[in-house]
């Protein structure tokens, strides 16, 4: 338990009331450095009384921020859990919950009686208050005025796009995209998007020799279709194909669970999630 790292969580915004109850609780029990974190998600949500899929989204999108970072894992009954560590500096980069205090001055006037020694004085007839100019920009009057309005009006707004352009695994027809784009942000925000995409990348990239894995040609009809879906929330990073095996990797495509990733006769949650993720694919 670490009454630092709860201290600095506390005075920050965090974006709401459930990121805000989840990151608490991380800090609750992380070392004074942020590291040491070892619980798992159902935990988190039955202490906070929060969903488990409230506790997965706040938690993806800690990682996706920078504020929270995997470092390792341990064994546990169902396998294995994350240990996770708080970035710290993230967390204090965040806007405080309290305004910060405004320092009064105080101002005596010549021979001013009970004045202290530390105060500095200024002749009756000085003006009380100068006004300086903070910047060269100010100093120069209006000669910046029009070309800042004109900056501004020029600067396109990052609506993310670009960034998930770069990532998304095949580069056709980007107008009809772009388009498709404006509508999903709508839907969803679009770091979730990107991240979603990332992942769809590497699920394609990392087919078996012989193993077909259905491509979406244009991002059009992936953002159209909500198809990040498939490909974002917790379970999507939690549930890494990489750490298979290739027999499990095989069954797992083939649409058969392995006997090593049963659970009283039924698949474990790692196999029900690859499962219905091929399932989908083949449909």
């Known amino acids: 338990m670490?009454?630092?790292?709860?201290?600095?969580a506390q005075k920050r915004k965090i974006?709401?009331?459930t990121r805000k109850a989840v990151l608490m609780y991380l800090a609750d029990r992380a070392s004074d450095d942020g590291s040491g974190i070892w619980t798992s998600k159902a935990h988190i949500a039955a202490d906070t009384e929060l969903s488990r899929r409230a506790v997965q989204k706040a938690m993806t999108e800690f990682e996706q921020e920078g504020i929270l970072m995997k470092v390792g894992t341990r064994p546990c009954k169902n396998g294995y859990t994350y240990e996770y560590r708080l970035n710290l500096a993230a967390i204090r980069m965040l806007p405080g919950t309290r305004a910060p205090d405004s320092p009064v001055h105080q101002i005596h006037m010549t021979r001013a009686p009970d004045s202290p020694q530390d105060v500095h004085q200024i002749h009756p007839n000085h003006p009380i208050t100068i006004h300086e100019p903070s910047s060269a920009r100010e100093r120069a009057g209006d000669l910046f005025s029009a070309n800042s309005e004109t900056d501004q009006k020029s600067e396109k707004p990052d609506d993310g796009f670009d960034r998930f352009w770069a990532v998304y695994p095949k580069k056709a027809g980007k107008p009809a995209a772009q388009k498709a784009w404006a509508k999903a942000i709508k839907r969803e925000k679009p770091e979730v998007i990107i991240a979603a995409a990332k992942r769809y990348a590497a699920w394609l990239s990392g087919a078996q020799?012989?193993?077909?894995?259905?491509?979406?040609?244009?991002?059009?009809?992936?953002l159209n279709d909500g198809r990040w879906d498939e490909f974002s929330g917790p379970?999507?990073?939690?549930?890494?194909?990489?750490?298979?095996?290739p027999a499990q990797q095989r069954a797992l495509a083939d649409g058969k669970c392995p006997p090593s990733m049963l659970e009283d006769g039924k698949p474990n949650e790692v196999a029900a999630f690859w499962l219905e993720k091929h399932r989908r694919a083949r449909a």
Request: net charge negative; glycine share 8%; with cysteine.
């Open 2 to 8: 670490s009454n630092e790292c709860a201290s600095l």
């Open 15 to 17: 974006g709401s009331a």
């Open 209 to 222: 020799p012989g193993e077909f894995r259905p491509q979406v040609k244009y991002a059009q009809g992936w």
């Open 235 to 245: 379970e999507a990073s939690e549930y890494r194909w990489d750490d298979l095996s």
